[in-house]
T-cell receptor, first 113, second 112 residues
Framework: DGGITQSPKYLFRKEGQNVTLSCEQN?????MYWYRQDPGQGLRLIYY???????QKGDIAEGYSVSREKKESFPLTVTSAQKNPTAFYLC????????????FGPGTRLLVL | GNSVTQMEGPVTLSEEAFLTINCTYT??????LFWYVQYPGEGLQLLLK?????DKGSNKGFEATYRKETTSFHLEKGSVQVSDSAVYFC???????????FGTGTRLTIIP
């Protein structure tokens, strides 16, 4: 079964700690995206990558970092610089990064202890 | 820039009622328009899409027509079911700005 997996489903962060959210896809898609979802605010783009070893900032990149060392993997690190990290994080991918449909993973909920 | 405005929620309807969720957009050129659905605790799934004016997207009894003259893409369903309870997002992208722009979402609850 092709799809996008995100892990863990729930993640807890302590103050001053960096945490990494995993996103893996076996769809052979070139482009991958990270979104943040807050109640009543829809989805906001954090980072996106259209090819391996290249990525661009989205609308709310501050306090986050990413890497794209492999086509199938696009991990997101929430750094200690992100002062309000509590949110639902969604990973998505498209075949070529153009106007195609985006396919989403099941999401990771990040909570601050 | 691109923007999407959705009907404020939450929306509560009885089973078998008619559903409309309004969506209007601002974009240059000819955007592609999407409706995504999010069930509780899950990611988003594509519900339907339309890529040019007057196109009608449809899926699972839901429909939306791309109206360029009114810059709208309203979601409709003739008879809703309890299983349709979810959050619905309108979204768009276009050439030169391929990133998806989302509306704020509309929470729909269907009561038996």
């Amino acid at each position: 079964d092709g799809g996008i997996t995100q892990s863990p489903k729930y993640l807890f962060r302590k103050e001053g700690q960096n945490v990494t959210l995993s996103c893996e896809q076996n769809l052979n898609h070139d482009a991958m995206y990270w979104y943040r979802q807050d109640p009543g605010q829809g989805l906001r783009l954090i980072y996106y990558s259209q090819i391996v070893n290249d990525f661009q900032k989205g609308d709310i990149a501050e306090g986050y970092s990413v890497s794209r060392e492999k086509k199938e993997s696009f991990p997101l690190t929430v750094t200690s610089a992100q002062k309000n990290p509590t949110a639902f994080y969604l990973c998505a991918s498209t075949p070529g990064g153009g106007l195609e449909t985006q396919y989403f993973g099941p999401g990771t909920r990040l909570l601050v202890l | 820039g691109n923007s999407v405005t959705q009907m404020e929620g939450p929306v509560t309807l009885s089973e078998e009622a008619f559903l409309t969720i309004n969506c209007t957009y601002t974009a240059t050129g000819y955007p592609s328009l999407f409706w995504y659905v999010q069930y509780p605790g899950e990611g988003l799934q594509l519900l339907l899409k339309a890529t040019k004016a007057d196109d009608k997207g449809s899926n699972k009894g839901f429909e939306a027509t791309y109206r360029k003259e009114t810059t709208s893409f309203h979601l409709e369903k003739g008879s809703v079911q309890v299983s349709d309870s979810a959050v619905y997002f309108c979204a768009l992208n276009n050439f030169g700005n391929e990133k998806l722009t989302f509306g704020t979402g509309t929470r729909l609850t269907i009561i038996p």
